[in-house]
Structure formats: structure tokens, C-alpha cells
């Protein structure tokens, strides 16, 4: 369990985060969402005591942070957006490093080694040297090498940016895997597709304020008012406003109503009557980032 109560974090007069609080249970991918600057880097920064110099309370395992660094440290495996392999050096012999910081040897270290460059699909590259690796390779590798220990709480930042498809796909298969074996995740991106395919429960933050947090179904549950789609070179925004609340969006109009069955079946004998011809007329739901721009006016990838 891990427990924000109060969290302030300043950068001169520069606020990155600002009263955060969240609680995140065990066992569960917990996504984090915002766009670059947002204040995700530094929140978990912070929990994975890399930060020290913070305001209010944040407890790991029901333990302060503060108090208990060393023993919270062991159940941590923190994955950084910036590369943290020596490219000079073999993909085994980077683990090795990182192994011994850990305290693991002999043979211990050499099973703990094979295990995760399994995990990471990067076995048979074991002995080859990080600068032959693509992208998408060293990001596995950063991630292997959070996971030599067996940590209990795993925080990745950003893990897929700027990887290709199969790197992709294969980290997203690590975080199903960790979540089966009991590991609690902690995952940052602004790629809201990754989060509703991998998060029980996201928190959405933006300037260092979380506007919301819940499981995904609360959330859009909460915002997602139903809506009807309207695209036609013959109905113009006023022709809308007695159905709900009118959006323009770029190929059309969105209405948003609490009987969007009704108002799809009105709309189309309408449309019948005046025979106006229609391109589209359809019924949606916002999606998880239509709800982050109206809480903040911020786009995901401002």
C-alpha cells in the first residue's frame, strides 16, 4: 500500500506538485496521466527516494518514507524515462552492476540474471553489447535491471516512449505478469491508451494538481455523459441546441444527453423529414481524454 497525504514539492518558485494525495492498494497497476511537465516524474522521484527534499506525509507498506528509506529501498524497483546501462559494457555484465548494488552474488545473482532477461525477452542477447541494442531493447534492459531483487512495488516512468511495436508489446506483457504474480505497478504515460489497456486505477494530474483519481469505469462513469455524433453539411450548431448541450468538434457536432436514444431517433426523422442528408449519426462516449481536456483544458500531448 502506498499512502500521499499533503505532498508539496517546489523547484525555486516553480510548484511541480501541489497538495497530493492518493492511495494506491497492493496488487494493482496504478496509472499515472498527464502531459510532460506535469509533475509524474517528480512524484515518483519522490517515492522512490530519489527525491529527499519534499513537504507532507508518504508512507510505503505503512512505513514513512522519510524514516524508513533503506528497508522501503529493497521493495523498490524504479524504472527512470533516461537509459541507465553502460553501453561500453555486455547486457549481462550491466545487470551484474546492478545486482551487486542490490546485494545479490554468486549464485543467486546468476539466477536472478536469467530470470529477468527471460522476462524481458532478451536472453539469447545476454552476452551482446548494449550499444548493439535498439531503443526499445535498452528500455527492456532498464527494466530488467529494476527487477533483479524481486522488488514488492515497481515504478515505471514513461517505459514505452520512443520504442518500437514489439518492445512495446513485450513490456506490456512484463506489467500483466507482475500484476498475476501479487507486484504492485506504478506506471506514468500520457499515451491513454496504454493506461485503460493496463490500469485498474489511474490518477490524472496536471500543473502538479490531481484533478481526479479512481478505477476507470468510476471515472468515466462520472464524466462520460452519453452523446450524439452529427455530421452533415446541412445542420448547423442552433439546428442542435434543443437536443443538449452542442460541442463543435472537427468533422461535425457533438450532443450531449442523458437520452441519447431518443435524441438519435428525433434527429434522424428530422433529417428524414427535410431530407438533409447525413454523413454520420452515431452514438459515443467521451473517452478517458475528452475527460482530462475538460477538467484542465490541457491536451495529453500539449
Request: proline content about 3%; some cysteine.
Amino acid at each position: 500500500m502506498i499512502q500521499l497525504n499533503h505532498i508539496h514539492k517546489h523547484y525555486g518558485p516553480r510548484v511541480a506538485l501541489d497538495d497530493v494525495n492518493l492511495h494506491i492498494s497492493n496488487g494493482i497497476c496504478f496509472g499515472l496521466i498527464g502531459p510532460n511537465g506535469a509533475g509524474k516524474s517528480t512524484l515518483m522521484k519522490i517515492l522512490s527516494c530519489i527525491l529527499e527534499d519534499f513537504e507532507g506525509e508518504a508512507l510505503v507498506s505503512d512505513q514513512p518514507l522519510r524514516e524508513n528509506r533503506d528497508s522501503i529501498k529493497k521493495k523498490l524497483g524504479y524504472v527512470p524515462q533516461e537509459i541507465c546501462l553502460e553501453e561500453k559494457l555486455t547486457a549481462i555484465d550491466n545487470l551484474s552492476f546492478f545486482g551487486r548494488i542490490y546485494g545479490l552474488k554468486g549464485n543467486d545473482l546468476k539466477h536472478a540474471m536469467d530470470k529477468v532477461m527471460k522476462k524481458v525477452g532478451l536472453y539469447d542477447r545476454r552476452k551482446d553489447l548494449v550499444s548493439s541494442f535498439s531503443g526499445g531493447m535498452k528500455r527492456r534492459m532498464n527494466i530488467a535491471c529494476a527487477l533483479l531483487h524481486n522488488p514488492k512495488i515497481i515504478i515505471l516512468d514513461e517505459p514505452t516512449v520512443g520504442v518500437d511495436p514489439q518492445s512495446r508489446n513485450y513490456i506490456f506483457d512484463i506489467i500483466k505478469d507482475l500484476k498475476k504474480e501479487g507486484k504492485t505497478v506504478l506506471y506514468s504515460s500520457h499515451y491513454m491508451e496504454e493506461v485503460e489497456n493496463l490500469c485498474d486505477e489511474i490518477a490524472l494530474i496536471d500543473s502538479g494538481n490531481i484533478v481526479e483519481y479512481g478505477s476507470i469505469r468510476e471515472i468515466l462513469k462520472k464524466h462520460a455523459t452519453p452523446s450524439i455524433f452529427v455530421q452533415s453539411e446541412g445542420i448547423k450548431k442552433k439546428d442542435l441546441v434543443t437536443f443538449g448541450e452542442v460541442t463543435e468538434v472537427k468533422d461535425g457536432f457533438v450532443v450531449e444527453t442523458e437520452e441519447p436514444l431518443k435524441v438519435m431517433d428525433d434527429l434522424a426523422s428530422i433529417f428524414i423529414e427535410k431530407n438533409i442528408s447525413v454523413e454520420r449519426l452515431e452514438i459515443s462516449k467521451r473517452s478517458l481524454e475528452d475527460i482530462f481536456l475538460t477538467l484542465t483544458g490541457t491536451s495529453l500531448r500539449d
